[in-house]
């Protein structure tokens, strides 16, 4: 019987080094990922498409509203 169809179809093989085995290692056990692979799949998602500067885009511009950091001062004048 074939298996199913998944959006995991495509295979990377890499060595790393010490430190990058280790950072995977505390991701996996601090995210509760089902396996090393899953792992690194999500970090590797995250360090492509979730962090500033790296977002496609057509999707850069697509905000609800601007960032803001601190709280909301309202001043009446």
Known sequence: MARPR????NEL???VSD???EGVQQFLA???C???A???SELLELALFGTVGSVPGQL???SHGT???GPVIIRHE
């Open 34 to 36: 089902a396996s090393e």
């Open 30 to 32: 601090a995210n509760r």
């Open 60 to 62: 850069a511009d697509n």
């Open 13 to 15: 093989k890499t060595r």
């Open 67 to 69: 960032a803001q950091r």
């Open 6 to 9: 998944t959006e995991f179809r």
């Open 38 to 40: 899953r792992a690194i």
């Open 19 to 21: 430190r990058v085995y």
